[in-house]
């Protein structure tokens, strides 16, 4: 697949003119982004930054985003000289919402296609749905990782930010695989767990999330895209958040759950979404998201090829037998770092899933104790 020029015409390339006094600071993300990128530079780029200001659609009603607010700060941060990157500017949006959500799936389809990882700067969380459609256009299935305080399921006919995890489930309930990380109890109910535990998604609560914060980082091994709701950060921490909350994740934890989503082979995009704009660039909210972004990017600079991008030949293999399942567990140990996976046989051993794990979920296995993360995984994938 090959990138089509005409991308560029669902863009404004313009580049506010307060960031043109970090254009020529050397080494920093400035001087690699605020030049204009030609269809070369994107066919070659291995991240590309993308604006989407459009909140019509957001819950309880629209507000003002500003993604050139994120990247005021952004442009401050250090560059990655072994990472090629552009700044694709700002989508211009469509004259209704579904013209926008059409535009950002052809983005999606188009740069995941071609392996560029888009990064996202959105306005509210419905985005998401479109991101997913396009990211299904280029792969049969997908696992999402979400990270916010609430469960975007509330009844509505149509998408709005808090309830476009219906609208996904409703297109591609088989083909799409959810998990929520860093949710907060007294913003969810009884009914919304039932219909995200009858569709198999994964829930993470906030408190035992922060309690190690290390076990996400097989979760989210294992996600095609990462969707980040500022809202799932405390309000001291992130005070333009839509709907800000006293309790969340620290500033240094989003940013490890970034590292952690960067770092994954299998993770093709990033998008954050939420951050209301205060018609000012110097603003800690926007400066926590562009470190959370750069955060992400870090973890791309520093992937290892491992699997899906390496053969499991290479691994270590290691059989565990388990009560009650037919089938041992067989782990792949990855002898360079240490990483773990674990094999699971599904339905008339026709296929198998490879599933990330820690080493701590193999050592709890074979001295016969089933880890939180190991028990998801059998009732995910063995039912």
């Known amino acids: 697949m090959e990138i089509n020029e005409d991308i560029f015409h669902y863009f404004n390339r313009q580049r506010p003119e307060n960031l043109n006094q970090f254009s020529n600071i050397e080494s920093f993300l400035g001087e690699q982004l605020y030049l204009e990128p030609s269809l070369s530079a994107l066919t070659n780029a291995k991240i590309a930054i993308i604006g989407i200001d459009e909140t019509r659609n957001a819950y309880p009603m629209p507000y003002l985003a500003k993604a050139d607010n994120v990247r005021y700060w952004l442009y401050q941060l250090s560059a990655f000289n072994n990472l090629p990157i ?18 950002v799936e052809y983005i999606t389809e188009s740069l995941v296609g071609c392996g560029v990882i888009p ?15 396009g990211l299904l256009l280029v792969q049969r299935k997908t696992e999402v990782g979400i990270i916010d305080s609430q469960f975007d399921v509330i009844n509505s006919e149509s998408t709005n930010s808090r ?7 409703k297109t591609y309930k088989h083909r799409t695989l959810i998990n929520i990380i860093g949710y907060q109890s007294y913003f969810t109910s ?24 290390d076990n996400m980082e097989p979760v989210l091994r294992d996600c095609d895209m990462v969707s980040f709701d500022v809202n799932a950060i405390r309000q001291t921490d992130m005070q333009a ?29 990033f998008s954050i979404f939420e951050l209301v704009s205060k018609n000012t660039p110097i603003e800690m909210s926007a400066h926590l998201a562009a470190q959370v972004i750069w955060h992400y990017i870090f973890g791309v600079s520093q992937r290892k090829n491992d699997y899906p991008m390496c053969d499991l030949d290479d691994y270590k293999k290691i059989f565990v037998k388990i009560n009650n399942l037919e089938n041992d567990i067989i782990f792949y140990q990855n002898p360079k770092n240490d990483r773990f996976w674990m094999e699971i046989p599904q339905k008339n051993n026709e296929n198998i899933a490879i599933v990330s794990c820690s080493k701590a979920d193999y050592v709890q296995l074979v001295n016969n104790n089933i880890s939180d993360r190991i028990n998801r995984i059998l009732r995910r994938y063995c039912p």
Not at 163 to 169: E, Y
């Open 86 to 103: 552009v700044d694709l500017g700002n989508l211009i949006l469509g004259n209704t919402i579904s013209d926008t959500y059409k535009a």
């Open 119 to 133: 990064i996202y700067i959105c306005g509210s969380h419905d985005i998401t749905q479109a991101i997913v459609n």
């Open 163 to 169: 309830s476009f995890i219906n609208q996904i489930l």
């Open 190 to 213: 009884a009914n919304q767990h039932k219909t995200l535990n009858n569709n198999n998604i994964d829930t993470y609560r906030l408190g035992l999330v922060r309690q190690n914060i």
């Open 241 to 269: 958040a839509h709907q800000p909350s006293p309790n969340g994740f620290y500033a240094e934890e989003a940013c490890q759950l970034a590292t952690f989503a960067g770092l994954s082979d299998k993770s093709k995009l």
